[in-house]
């Protein structure tokens, strides 16, 4: 049985080059063997950068070769579907960038495709392994802070040039919500450990996009999650639950050097944590399950669910009603 999983990139996107090339390096399991790109000098270019043995001029040549073993797809939001489908049909892994989908019918179509050719697929979302998240989650598990009734997750930050970035563009499913709501969404889900019921936003449009999005979701026993996406904004990211006894409040969700505050009644206490980088957790876990044809942390059908309270928020701030979240 091999000993590493070598990957092939789809696409030179810079999440990419920039997160998950020095995960692979720093640890034991992963290798990115391939990049790909739909012209072969930008390919060998980057390649020739990173230090990556094999540059293809298609994203079709890196599924066809017979030494890759998994594929990272970081394509823009509209292509993960076809792209995945397309990998776990040539038999390959997939880490596939968050969102999913864009789309319910797109994510059962991609969780079918790999089910079909007995391949893993795993959402890539990082911020759920970090430690404060987890936290979080294990803390509202235990009732520390009474009976759950509101939970608050914002990520906002603000894109320089809305001609060019793929996610101020419609037809590449761009759009805050997709982008950044994704985030707040899979954290309420994760912390909670519950899935919404209902949901209900409003939206403001740019560009033929949602640059701000902001949105309720109603879980099982009336708590309500508040979300705030938006790429208009200064940097936020930050996630907080209220109980009946006392909050717990999560400053950064992304960064692995963090603290949680928690505050019950009149008593404030503080937890530091000081976690290893995400994408390397990630990666490293990604790899294992290959290895070990092991079962993923968070199957395929978790990035379905996200995707699925996703739509219907969209729907409520297309439609200013309520909107049930299909199950």
């Known amino acids: 049985m091999p000993d590493i999983v070598r990957y092939g990139i789809l696409s030179t996107a810079q999440i990419a080059l920039n997160r998950h090339l020095p995960a692979a390096q720093a640890i034991g399991n992963s290798e990115i063997a391939a990049i790909s790109s739909r012209d072969q000098a930008k390919a060998e ?32 939001n509209s292509r993960h579907c076809e792209w995945t489908v397309k990998a776990a049909q040539a038999g ?19 969780i ?20 404060q998240l987890q936290c979080a989650r294990r803390l509202v598990q235990q009732g520390e802070i009474g009976e759950v009734k509101l939970a608050r997750a914002e990520l906002t930050f ?8 793929v996610r101020a563009q419609k037809k590449l ?7 950044a709501g994704c985030y707040c969404v899979s954290a309420v889900r994760f912390v909670l450990n519950a899935e919404p019921v209902a ?32 790429m208009e ?17 999560v400053p950064n969700m992304f960064d692995e050097q963090a603290t949680v505050y928690i505050a019950i009644g009149n008593d404030e206490r503080e ?12 990666l490293e876990r990604f790899s294992s399950c290959i290895l070990q044809g092991k079962a993923p942390e968070f199957p395929p059908t978790d990035g379905l669910k996200n995707v699925a309270a996703l739509q219907a928020l969209k729907q409520a701030a297309e439609s200013g009603s309520l909107v049930e979240v299909p199950s």
């Open 233 to 249: 904004e200064p940097f936020r990211c930050v996630l907080e639950v209220v109980g009946s006894h006392g909050a717990i409040r």
């Open 45 to 76: 270019a980057s390649a020739a950068q990173y230090g990556i043995a094999k540059a293809y001029g298609s994203y079709q040549a890196v599924l066809d070769d017979p030494e890759i073993d998994a594929i990272i797809n970081p394509l823009p």
């Open 199 to 230: 949901a209900q936003a409003f939206q403001h449009l740019r560009n033929g996009v949602d640059a701000t999005l902001a949105g309720l979701l109603r879980f099982p026993g009336d708590h309500v999650a508040y979300i705030a996406a938006g």
């Open 271 to 282: 937890e530091t944590f000081s976690g290893p980088d995400r994408f390397q957790v990630q």
């Open 173 to 179: 499913g761009g759009g805050a919500l997709l982008d």
């Open 112 to 131: 079918d495709a790999a089910r079909a050719n007995g391949v893993l697929l795993v959402e890539a979302f990082t911020h759920r392994l970090n430690p």
């Open 158 to 165: 603000g894109i320089r040039d809305w001609a060019t970035d």
């Open 92 to 110: 390959k892994h997939i880490l596939c960038e968050k969102p999913l989908a864009v789309t319910v019918a797109q994510a059962r179509q991609m």
